[in-house]
């Protein structure tokens, strides 16, 4: 299997900490599953676990809050690259025997 660890770093780099509407440290907290202000707390939880449960009205509350359709983008985006990498991290770890 082909290390492809440069490529997953640049895209981390690029979502989390690229040019975006939403701050650095709000995606990087959506992606590791950190603190995020209480408005976000029900959706980004929703996005990392059950993402094809999230309705029009929980994003329409989003924009309502003061939130742009980029950031609630980014944001999106953020939550589910973390998701996907942590589950990425497990299956490796457990293809290495749990180490």
Same mark, same amino acid.
């Given at each position: 299997?082909?290390?492809?660890?440069?490529?997953?770093?640049?895209?981390?780099?690029?979502?989390?900490?690229?040019?975006?509407?939403? +701050?650095?440290?709000?995606?990087?907290?959506?992606?590791?599953?950190? +603190?995020?202000?209480?408005?976000?707390?029900?959706?980004?939880?929703?996005?990392?676990?059950?993402?094809?449960?999230?309705?029009? +009205? +929980?994003?329409?509350?989003?924009?309502?809050?003061?939130?742009?359709?980029?950031?609630?983008?980014?944001?999106?985006?953020?939550?589910?690259?973390?998701?996907?990498?942590?589950?990425?991290?497990?299956?490796?770890?457990?293809?290495?025997?749990?180490?």
């Amino acid at each position: 299997m082909k290390d492809h660890g440069d490529l997953i770093r640049n895209l981390e780099v690029a979502v989390l900490d690229g040019p975006g509407t939403a +701050e650095a440290k709000l995606r990087r907290a959506a992606a590791s599953g950190g +603190e995020v202000p209480a408005v976000l707390r029900t959706y980004v939880q929703k996005v990392r676990h059950t993402a094809w449960q999230v309705t029009d +009205e +929980e994003v329409q509350a989003l924009r309502t809050a003061g939130y742009t359709e980029d950031q609630i983008f980014e944001i999106t985006v953020a939550t589910a690259l973390g998701a996907a990498l942590h589950r990425l991290r497990l299956g490796q770890r457990a293809l290495r025997g749990g180490k």
